[in-house]
């Protein structure tokens, strides 16, 4: 499962391999009112996040890790939204991976510096998704979860070429 954290929105998507093919299982977007106080909008990412992984039950979440921008209110914000998102996997067990925005674009569009377009369309291309409006967040949230499984594949065909088993070997 891939999360792009964010106070006013927050992206998720489920992906799976299923006979070396790979698709969306579910994506979207935790809405929480935009007048509320950010506590109310945390609970509000916290809640629908812990449904949304008990629903899918996920293996590992992946997180993009926030872009250090100029605005420091909104880099704060940010930063509360990725540690709910990270106390509700702590909460549930689930192991969770983090991924610079540039290594997510590299990953999934072959270009560190892709722009949000590039990125989701590889994204649909990827899943096999249509081109129907699929919300942003969504999509980011699709990409890191993709930049994840690339990760996942990396480490088996090292693993298998030095002859270690997956976990013994750090990307």
């Known amino acids: 499962m891939g999360v792009d954290p964010g106070?006013?929105?927050t992206g998720y998507g489920v992906v799976e391999e299923r006979d070396g093919n790979l698709q969306a299982t579910a994506f979207g977007v935790?809405?929480?009112?935009?007048d509320s106080p950010i506590e109310q909008r945390l609970l509000h990412v916290y809640s629908d996040l812990a449904a949304i992984i008990g629903t899918h039950k996920p293996d590992t979440v992946a997180i993009e890790d926030?872009?250090?921008?100029k605005n420091p209110r909104a880099i704060f914000a940010l930063g509360q939204a990725q540690a709910v998102v990270l106390l509700a996997c702590a909460q549930l067990g689930l192991p969770v991976f983090?991924?610079?925005p540039a290594q997510i674009k590299q990953a999934v569009a072959d270009y560190g510096a892709a722009t949000k377009?590039?990125?989701?369309?590889?994204?649909?291309?990827?899943?096999?998704?249509p081109d129907a409006d699929i919300p942003e967040?969504?999509?980011?949230?699709?990409?890191?979860?993709?930049?994840h499984l690339h990760q996942i594949r990396a480490q088996d065909i090292l693993?298998?070429?030095i002859g270690t088993e997956r976990s013994?070997?750090?990307l």
């Open 7 to 9: 106070s006013r929105i």
């Open 30 to 34: 935790i809405t929480p009112r935009r």
């Open 66 to 69: 926030p872009y250090v921008g």
């Open 98 to 100: 983090r991924y610079a």
């Open 117 to 129: 377009e590039q990125v989701a369309d590889m994204v649909r291309l990827t899943l096999r998704l």
């Open 137 to 147: 967040d969504a999509t980011d949230a699709l990409a890191v979860a993709l930049c």
């Open 159 to 161: 693993g298998r070429a």
């Open 168 to 170: 013994e070997v750090q």
